[in-house]
Each structure stands twice: as C-alpha cells, then as structure tokens.
C-alpha cells in the first residue's frame, strides 16, 4: 500500500516504430502492484502507428490518462528520448524499461526495495527473452544470472564502472542528475555502460537476481545473435577500459531496438 513516504517512480519507455509491442507494455506496467508512479512514453520520431497505438491504449483504459504522458522527440536514439523523458519526470526514482518488455507485476515494488539498500544508487536485473528457443532462452538467463553479477563486482571495486540492463533498471533521479543525464552522444550500443559508469561514481549498482524482465528477443533475429553480443562485449569493453565507444553506427542499422 502506497503512504506518504512511498517514493515516487518514474518510468521512462523509448518508443520508436513499436505499434506492435506497446500496449502489452502499457497493459503490464499499469498493473503494477506498487501504485505511486508515473510513465513517460517518448515517441522516438516514429514513421509507423505508435503514437496512434498509445492513444488508442490510453482511450480504452480509462484512468490510464492520468498516470501515462505521452512526449515527442524528433532526434532518433534511445538516449535522445530517455533524457527527453528524464526532464519531464516528477519522480524520486528513474525507472528504464524497454517498449518490448513485459514487467511482472512486482516489477517496481522490487526495485524500489532494492534501491533503498545502503549505498545502492542504482538496481538492474537480467533479461528473459520470452519469445525464443528454449535453447538460448535458458542459456542467456543463465550466463545473466551467474557472470554478470560477478563482472558488476569486479568493475565496481576496481572504479571502472558497473553493468547496468538499459531496460530494465532503477536509478536515484537525483544521482542521474548529478551524473550530467544521459548522454545523448550515443545512439544506441554501450548507453547502459556509459550511464552505469558515470552513476557508479555516485554509489553501488545492484544487480538483482529477483528483477528479471520479460523481453522480446527481436533484436537477435532481425541482426543475428553473435553479431547482436559482440557490440554489446566491445561497447562494454571499450566504455571500462578505454573510457569511450568507438561504436558508430547509424540508427537505421541498430534498429529494431
């Protein structure tokens, strides 16, 4: 039950070209069991029905108008329209999530628990990819849940950053403030790293065994699996070691997000 002191959550969603994705995302984050939040979708210059598929969600759920604000950003990428989203947001909490995810309905309720952990400035958890083999679904969870927590404690404690899941995390607003935002230089590959490495300057990213988040695996068929996790590994190793990306890609080539 939400009191006085329940802080405020705002979750940021990037929507570009995502008609066919975001009313179960929107169905699902409004039935969240934790009550005080908000949601900003940032139609990321779309050329399909996403604008009209939010309105349409938003007219057939009434009370949804309430708690969904509906922006426009013209400059394509995902950090264009997430820090579009952060200068709007009202929230204690920044919440990241991805057009193609479909949160559990505690998705937010574990998250804000786990940001009020000592010194914890952010909270992220693995991907589930729902919608592939069984092969690679389970493989993927896996490695998340073994080797990432590990890497996110080795990077923390030698100060050279931390992993962060960009669409499924839980960061201070304030502490995201005070890291400059986020860094609309990158289009897309190695955002998460960089927004990881500068918040983790502030505190300690928690990676959380128990936020795990449904999403599309959409982006391994469309571009091919090994291809899709080599620029994941070099935006991460470039970001940790070598304190920039060299991953340039136009943003016709990294979509579908």
Known sequence: ??????????????????????????????SQ???????????????????DAIQKFIKEHPGSSEMINLAFEGRRGTNFAREC???MATGD???????????????????????????????TGPYDYFDTSFFRRQFTLLAQL???PI???????????????????????????????????????????DVAKRVSRFGWIEYSHRLILKTS?????????????KKYRRAFFDV?????????ESIELIHPR
């Open 1 to 30: 039950m939400t009191t006085k002191k329940t802080k405020r959550v705002s979750v940021l969603i990037p929507a570009f070209n995502e008609a066919q994705y975001i009313s179960k995302t929107l169905k699902a984050i409004l």
């Open 33 to 51: 069991n934790y009550t005080n939040f908000e949601v900003i979708v940032v139609n990321n210059a779309s050329t399909d029905d996403t604008e």
């Open 85 to 87: 989203g952060r200068k």
């Open 93 to 123: 909490i920044i919440a990241q999530l991805d057009a193609d995810c479909i949160p559990s309905p505690d998705w937010i309720s574990e998250g804000v628990q786990q940001l009020q952990k000592n010194k914890v400035v952010a909270v």
């Open 146 to 148: 073994i080797f990432y």
């Open 151 to 193: 890497i996110n404690c080795i990077v923390q404690l030698n100060q050279r950053g931390g992993i962060m899941i960009g669409g499924n995390s839980f960061i201070d607003a304030a502490v995201l403030k005070k890291a400059g935002g986020y860094n609309v230089d990158l289009t897309f590959y190695g955002d998460d790293v």
């Open 217 to 229: 695996s959409r982006r391994f068929a469309a571009l091919g699996f090994n291809h899709v996790q």
């Open 240 to 248: 940790i070691f070598l304190n920039r990306i060299k991953i340039n």
